[in-house]
């Protein structure tokens, strides 16, 4: 079956940006059906999907094989109502072709709170939402993967496999099992598990005892996939362009994988390791390709701290010498201590953006974020120099060991910095901007364990800032409190938050990562209907009790996340692994352990 879009002509008349939901954008494969389809989904709109790499480098994966792979975004509610009240399946972009009908649906989850989409795209798909309803017929294997994949429990009576770790193998391996063992056979399903990466929930059982989990059975342990050589590996040499106007409307290389500094709270900076660099010629070539074949007259070097590549000199001077005249470079990930002018020459000069995380030298010790107030001071001073004139600083609260000065602290450095901007003449009035984000412990980091901040004690915490923060030209903002323990909750939540996570989406819950979207009562409902109460989520762990995720190997080992836990409460500074190895438990695959670095 293909979806006739002349017989949506009407609906798309009315919705809002059309194009959404159109296909034929410039540089998209021309796809036929083969052997084993394949479709990438997306649980948010359009334009934020269009913009993640990882998406796009996992299709190119299965087109590499032989396979067929398309798109799938989540619509908005106009346009889903619109195909509910037409009777219309959810379809994809380019065979336009219903979902229900692939072999496979797989969605990447980026954030926690995309979850419920994931449901609203099934429910459009006319594809029962849970597993066991699916059993037994006729209906495409659904796969999550993504960051948020590394604990998966929540999701784990809706989907069938989960993708942990890096997709440009796995992914198009389970499709070749799949086309192997004509379908999702028994034979299939026993083949696949012993994959690195991939996790099929119906072969775990998880068992609790007094509301806590006492063991897992079957399938005890899932490590994840893994890809050592980078310049090796899958990329697409060229994208799919927009229709409307995506978030990140741009040229994409990765410059490397995993991040050298080790800050406690960051779920990326552990799950990515260890760091593996793409090579500046293998870098120069994925960006004269994308420019060549995209028209696009930007590329961004994409990182979770691009200043920290080691060949990034050298790569710029590359990209400069091969890419066409008149095409920019953005670098959206420097680091106060990586700041440098002759990289910021290239960096959008809107706003500079640092993320000092914490207020006290005491505090970024406590978090290992090994940024000293002198090198904020001394980065600003050189960003001012080349016409900076608007500086965003992001700082967190609800830390662990965090007390009322170390929030007033941050009144110092938004003075210091003023200081700074004052010291010569400048054409423009400084803008400051601080956003202080709440605290969410998530799996796989030191802070795992933590409680996460009541909403008491953050109100109490947000008054001490307001009442501080008394430097003018500052404008102060925070992150909504009800989404951040909802964002906690579902991090570490279990298997049982399944039930919430159906009720919820009952309740009319989707898009909640949308602030004016957020269904906060629908929430509250489900958890009360559930009952389940979202304390149970943010208290402290012990460190003896057995985690949701437990059972995934991401390569860093529990010893050692605990001894930084301890480091923590030391106040203990670790550093980076560009100084030395740190002994994380990934030794045999970092090159830069064993001395290899690029």
């Not at 219309?88 to 009908?101: C, D, I, N, R």
């Not at 609203?120 to 849970?130: K, N, T, V």
């Not at 209907?529 to 529990?558: C, H, Q």
């Amino acid at each position: 079956m293909k979806v006739n879009l002349d017989e949506l002509r009407p609906l798309l008349l009315k919705v809002e940006k059309p194009s959404r939901y159109t296909g034929g954008e410039f540089g998209a494969p021309d796809l036929k059906e083969s052997a084993f389809n394949f479709c990438m989904c997306f649980p948010d709109l359009y334009e934020v999907g269009m913009s993640n790499l990882g998406i796009k480098i996992v299709a190119e994966s299965i087109l590499k094989r032989g396979f067929t792979a398309d798109f799938c975004f989540t619509p908005y509610k106009d346009f889903g109502a619109g195909l509910k009240e037409r009777g219309v399946p959810l379809y994809s972009l380019g065979l336009k072709k219903p979902l229900a009908e692939f072999d496979m649906l797989g969605f990447s989850l980026q954030f926690e709170l995309c979850y419920t989409n994931v449901l609203y795209m099934l429910d459009l798909a006319g594809i029962p939402l849970l597993r066991s309803e699916r059993a037994g017929k006729n209906y495409p294997l659904i796969a999550v993967g993504g960051p948020c994949a590394v604990n998966p429990e929540p999701l784990a009576d809706f989907v069938d496999i989960v993708f942990i770790g890096d997709g440009e193998r796995v992914d198009a391996d389970v499709a070749e099992s799949f086309v192997k063992h004509g379908g999702a056979t028994q034979e299939f399903y026993n083949e696949i598990s012993k994959m690195d990466g991939v996790y099929c929930p119906a072969l775990t059982e998880v068992v609790y005892e007094g509301g806590k989990i006492k063991e897992f059975r079957g399938i005890t342990r899932v490590k994840k996939a893994l890809i050592s050589d980078l310049d090796g590996a899958v990329f697409p040499d060229r994208f799919a362009v927009p229709n409307c106007e995506s978030v990140h409307d741009r040229a994409v290389i990765e410059v490397m994988r995993g991040c050298y500094r080790g800050c406690r709270f960051c779920q990326a900076g552990f799950i990515y390791r260890p760091v593996r660099p793409r090579d500046a010629d293998t870098l120069t070539k994925q960006a004269c390709s994308l420019i060549k074949n995209s028209g696009y007259d930007e590329v961004s070097l994409n990182s979770l701290s691009t200043g920290d590549y080691p060949e990034l000199r050298t790569l710029i001077k590359k990209l400069k010498e091969s890419l066409p005249e008149g095409v920019k470079l953005a670098l959206p990930s420097l680091r106060v201590d990586s700041f440098d002018s002759d990289f910021a020459q290239d960096a959008r000069r809107v706003s500079l953006t640092f993320a000092p995380e914490a207020g006290s030298q005491r505090l970024r010790d406590v978090i290992n974020k090994d940024v000293t107030e002198e090198e904020i001071l001394r980065a600003a001073e050189s960003a001012f120099d080349l016409g900076y004139s608007a500086v965003k600083l992001y700082f967190m609260m609800g830390l662990p060991t965090e007390t009322d000065e170390d929030l007033t602290e941050i009144n110092r450095i938004c003075a210091y910095i003023k200081g700074a901007y004052r010291k010569k003449p400048r054409k423009k009035q400084l803008r400051i901007s601080v956003s202080c984000s709440t605290f969410i412990p998530k799996p796989f980091t030191p802070f795992q364990w933590e409680a996460q901040a009541t909403e008491q004690e953050i109100e109490k915490k947000q008054k001490v800032l307001k009442d501080t923060l008394r430097v003018k030209g500052v404008n102060l903002s925070w992150s909504d409190n009800f989404t951040a323990r909802l964002e906690a909750v579902l991090a570490r939540g279990d298997r049982r938050l399944s039930k919430v996570l159906l009720l919820a989406y009952k309740n009319g819950c989707i898009f909640d990562g949308w602030d004016k979207e957020l269904n906060k009562e629908g929430w509250q409902k489900a958890f009360e209907s559930a009952n389940t109460d979202m304390r149970e989520y943010t208290r402290e762990r012990g460190e003896s009790e057995i985690l949701p995720w437990d059972f995934i190997d991401v390569g860093v080992t529990k010893k050692f996340l605990l001894s930084e836990r301890g480091k923590a409460y030391s106040g203990k500074v670790t550093g980076s692994c560009i100084e030395s190895c740190k002994g994380c438990g990934l030794q045999k695959n970092c090159a830069a352990a064993k001395g290899k670095e690029k």
